[in-house]
């Protein structure tokens, strides 16, 4: 018997349809008013089933072979990255032949063939076409420490607050909740969650913890190389100053003395210029 | 003790469109990046792998054309009729001045720190004489956190590396 020849029955919400022929029945599929799950029926058949497991039927989008995951782990949270370093070590065979690889500094895609000395001259010539001077530290040598979580034994047991199905392991000196493995950090001496290292550096009170400023003190002084911004410069000086030094490696407000004192002399010649001072 | 106070100036300098600076803190080495808007990166000690340097070219380039100035300030000495025409000095003086400090200073250098996961340029050491007393410094603060490193250790850990790949 030909494809063509089959008269195939669907039923939707309890309504029986056809006769259709395959090909008709393939198309319904294609276009999505059949699914999967719709009961079918032809002749040969003893009773109705599903589409997915009809004999014979034609098959649909259902029936396509899964596409594989992307190799490429998709981006996680810092949590979750901190989670995902909790896979057993025997699971990464080459981890510590990953370790171990040492990039030419010109060719970042280079690698280097380790060294037998902690300390060489004239090293990688060969791979990366400029002689390096390397020197290795025993931090070369060790493996990242995993963070793995405790998972919950018995009910009685303290569960960390940001991962109720791991045990905790530590106290959040910030915030005294329970914490595991995986939220733990250590800052000033202390152990803190992650949550609440996030915390301090939102406030922004800890220098240790800050990534960018911008340099208020040079910028006042920059504006006064026209010495019509002055005024600005020295509103700069005034607004910025309770901030303290601006870098955090300066331990003066010196440079926004000096931009005001600059400002000031150079407010005073503007204004005597333009009151007639300056006998033009 | 203010935060500033644990830091000790390790090197500064650049190239043409960036600016670096390097501190030596207590516990970390701080890079930090830009002029008006200063991006703190900070590599502690106890995360440091390696220091790698290798020299470029940028300083023979410039010595050479420093000496190519000077033969022709010296030419323009030379070509005053009835006496030298001094005025050449005006360009010979501080090509030659900038010679010697090049000279001293040693070759040009690219350097940079690694870590575990990156390893970060530091432009701001320029040349090869800088770089040694920089790794001096750098040497002496991470070997008084992690030890050091011992040849026999390094073997070993490249015949486990070995074996691991076979």
């Not at chain 1, 920059?222 to 490696?249: N, R």
């Amino acid at each position: 018997m030909s494809s063509d020849t089959i008269k195939w029955h669907y039923a939707i919400d309890d309504e029986r349809l056809g006769p259709v022929s395959e090909a008709e029945l393939a198309a319904l599929a294609e276009a999505g008013t059949i699914t999967s799950d719709t009961l079918v029926w032809r002749s040969s058949m003893p009773g109705w089933q599903a589409l997915s497991t009809a004999p014979g039927a034609p098959k649909g989008p259902w029936s396509k072979p899964a596409t594989p995951p992307p190799l490429t782990p998709p981006p996680m949270s810092p949590i979750a990255q901190k989670g995902a370093m909790s896979t057993p070590v025997a699971a990464r065979p080459n981890y510590a032949v990953q370790e171990l690889t040492l990039y030419a500094l010109n060719r970042p895609s280079h690698i280097l063939p380790l060294p037998s000395e902690p300390v060489v001259d004239n090293y990688g010539k060969r791979e990366s076409k400029v002689a390096h001077h390397v020197h290795l530290y025993p931090a070369f040598l060790k493996r990242a420490g995993l963070a793995q979580g405790k998972e919950l034994l018995e009910a009685d047991e303290s569960s960390c607050f940001y991962h109720p199905q791991f045990a905790a392991t530590n106290m959040c000196s910030h915030s005294g909740r329970f914490i595991c493995d995986l939220c733990s950090t250590e800052f000033n001496g202390e152990v803190i969650s992650l949550q609440a290292l996030s915390d301090i550096k939102a406030k922004g009170k800890v220098s240790k913890l800050d990534d960018t400023r911008k340099l208020w003190d040079d910028i006042a002084l920059a504006l006064l190389l026209v010495p019509f911004f002055a005024p600005i410069a020295i509103g700069i000086c005034l607004w910025k100053w309770k901030q303290g030094p601006t870098s955090i490696v300066r331990k003066t407000r010196s440079r926004y003395v000096v931009a005001m004192v600059i400002g000031l002399i150079e407010i005073l010649l503007l204004a005597w210029v333009f009151t007639g001072g300056l006998d033009l | 003790m203010s935060d500033a106070d644990q830091y000790k100036l390790a090197a500064r300098g650049g190239g043409s469109f960036e600016r670096q600076k390097l501190y030596f803190g207590d516990d970390h080495l701080l890079v930090i990046d830009g002029s008006t808007t200063e991006r703190y990166r900070r590599l502690y000690y106890k995360d440091i792998q390696g220091l790698l340097w290798h020299p470029t070219a940028m300083s023979v380039i410039v010595q050479l054309l420093l000496v190519l100035i000077m033969l022709f300030s010296v030419m323009g000495i030379a070509s005053g009729r009835d006496a030298p025409n001094w005025g050449g000095l005006f360009v010979f003086v501080p090509c030659a001045v900038i010679f010697a400090i090049m000279l001293y200073l040693g070759r040009s250098c690219a350097v940079g720190v690694k870590t575990r996961v990156q390893l970060v340029r530091l432009p701001a050491i320029g040349n090869i004489r800088k770089a040694r007393k920089f790794e001096r410094q750098l040497t002496e603060r991470v070997e008084a956190v992690q030890g050091t490193l011992t040849s026999e250790a390094l073997q070993a850990a490249q015949n486990a590396t070995q074996s691991a790949v076979t």
